[in-house]
């Protein structure tokens, strides 16, 4: 059985999907916050370039152990937009010998909608990164409308923490580019931030991915789970069911800036994908 793997080195983490015919055998995340700090500046730090370069290193490792056969990687906003890139994706090099493929902000799109409506399928697409949001439509087979809001979980974090305030006055000036977005379509949310809401949402004990994928929340009750998140510290959010231990301090600027999308976008519920820009990898390399 041919095995392929594929490495998505994102903003707070970095994520193995090991696939063989055509199934996804298993996902593995290891959070690294590669994008730490770059809310402040535009360059990666090297604490956290190390600790992510080595990351990958271990999971490509265990790609081969486990018989890839091919094993691709990609980095999205946290490496597109530092000035010292090139010293991430060196020091990648030399411990794994990967070349890291950095996506553009509307590749990065087109992955989370197949992940999301797979090859066919008309619909919208929310994927709340650590250090950006890409909002994406899908009509008739082609991308109508594509923005990338130079916002994530992570950047909010180090901006805001949890204060409403802070959070309000940096998301609403991104919302206007939402404006002309198609209306009527179901919009999608893909990524750790819409997932682990779910889970909270569903009181997983356990993550699930079968249940997680299609769980649908209605914007009049995300408002209300997003305010409850920000009114406990991230102690006490490791406490709900169905928390990411590793998330609980970013998930209150995360889902803050979700429901922004959603109720901005006048969709009324959110339908969660646990298929994302891994899939989409691979559709993008012909090889589903």
């Not at 082609?142 to 949890?162: K, T």
Request: some cysteine; glycine content about 10%.
């Amino acid at each position: 059985m041919s095995r392929t793997a594929v490495i998505d080195i994102g903003s707070n983490s970095v994520r193995l999907m090991l696939w063989a015919d055509g199934k996804v055998l298993y996902k593995q995340l290891s959070t690294t916050r590669l994008g730490e700090g770059t809310a402040f500046s535009l360059c990666l730090k090297e604490e956290a370039i190390e600790r992510t370069a080595r990351a990958v290193s271990a999971f490509a490792e265990r790609a081969k152990q486990e018989g890839a056969e091919n094993i691709f990687a990609y980095a999205t906003e946290a490496v597109r937009s530092a000035e010292n890139k090139e010293v991430f994706l060196a020091r990648v090099r030399q411990l794994s010998g990967l070349e890291v493929e950095v996506l553009s902000g509307e590749t990065e799109a087109k992955l989370g909608l197949f992940g999301a409506l797979g090859e066919h399928g008309d619909g919208g697409m929310i994927d709340v990164g650590g250090a950006s949001t890409e909002v994406s439509f899908r009509k008739s087979g082609d991308l109508v409308f594509s923005v990338s809001i130079p916002l994530g979980a992570v950047r909010l974090y180090d901006l805001c923490h949890d204060s409403i305030k802070c959070l309000r006055n940096s998301v609403s000036p991104h919302l206007e580019k939402l404006s002309d977005a198609p209306k009527g379509l179901p919009v999608y949310g893909v990524g750790g931030t819409a997932t682990t809401l779910a889970a909270v949402y569903l009181k997983l004990e356990r993550y699930s991915s079968s249940a997680v994928q299609g769980c649908r929340i209605k914007e009049s009750e995300l408002g209300p789970l997003t305010a409850q998140l920000l009114s406990l510290s991230a102690e006490e959010r490791k406490q709900l069911p169905g928390m990411d231990a590793r998330r609980a301090d970013i998930i209150g600027g995360g889902a803050f800036l979700l429901t922004s999308v959603l109720k901005t976008l006048g969709a009324d519920e959110l339908i969660v994908s646990d298929s994302d820009n891994l899939e989409g990898y691979l559709a993008y390399k012909g090889m589903q």
